[in-house]
């Protein structure tokens, strides 16, 4: 059964430094999304991504986050400078799209990324 | 804003049924009704999702109310695999349809 699969697992980093996380979406899907959950919270939706820009996006995605979908399988998230709030697990999600909003989505395992 | 309603948290004795309730009494005639769970230390997974009429699938029935202003998500028979939080949503997030989760029912399953 084809998964969403994430890279790395986990991340730690330094505050102020740039993190990338990859994501390779189901291969037919058009739709792709980022999702973080910081320990013990919601899951809070970040961006998504179709035809190559963002559609909507958070208050949460700031000028210090992107995405990019830099080849036809992989999507990425980029931090530009961390900060020790941005310590949370990262989940990227990919669907077919369809009708209204009638489509479900599928979410990888996350990469849990830490700011120290 | 819709909103959803569901409790905080549910008990289940293994191989019993499971009614997970989701209060919805602000949806408009367009949102649909999806539920998702989250397995501990896993992303969300999808479960299952309506609009009007009550849905089937193998992992769960979905009962819509007449009026729509609530739904249960029946889990047939509960087994230990099945412990997580559910999460009722209504995609009305956007058009490209990004869920908003709330804190959702958090099931435990006992043996």
């Known amino acids: 059964e084809p998964e969403v699969t994430q890279t790395p697992s986990h991340q730690v980093t330094q505050m102020g430094q740039e993190v990338i996380l990859r994501c390779v979406p189901i291969?037919?899907?058009?739709?792709f999304y980022w999702y973080r959950q910081i320990l013990g919270q919601k899951v809070e939706f970040l961006v998504s991504f179709y035809n190559n820009e963002i559609s909507e996006k958070s208050e949460i995605f700031d000028d210090q986050f992107s995405v990019e979908r830099p080849d036809g399988s992989n999507f990425t998230l980029k931090i530009r400078s961390t900060k020790l709030e941005d310590s949370a697990m990262y989940f990227c999600a990919s669907g077919t799209g369809g009708w209204a909003r009638s489509y479900e989505q599928y979410f990888g395992p996350g990469t849990r990324l830490t700011v120290t | 804003d819709a909103k959803t309603t569901q409790p905080n948290s549910m008990e289940s004795n293994e191989e019993e049924p499971v009614h997970l309730p989701c209060n919805h009494s602000?949806?408009?005639?367009?949102?649909?009704i999806h539920w998702y769970r989250q397995l501990p230390s896993q992303g969300p997974e999808y479960v299952i999702h309506g609009l009007t009429s009550n849905v089937n699938n193998r992992m769960a029935s979905l009962a819509i109310a007449e009026d729509r202003k609530s739904s249960t998500l029946i889990l047939h028979r509960a087994t230990l695999r099945d412990a997580a939080v559910y999460y009722c949503?209504?995609?009305?997030?956007?058009?490209?349809?990004?869920?908003?989760f709330g804190k959702g029912t958090k099931l435990s399953v006992k043996p």
């Open positions: 949503i209504l995609n009305y997030g956007g058009s490209q349809g990004n869920l908003i």
């Open positions: 602000t949806i408009s005639g367009t949102d649909y």
């Open positions: 291969s037919n899907h058009l739709y």
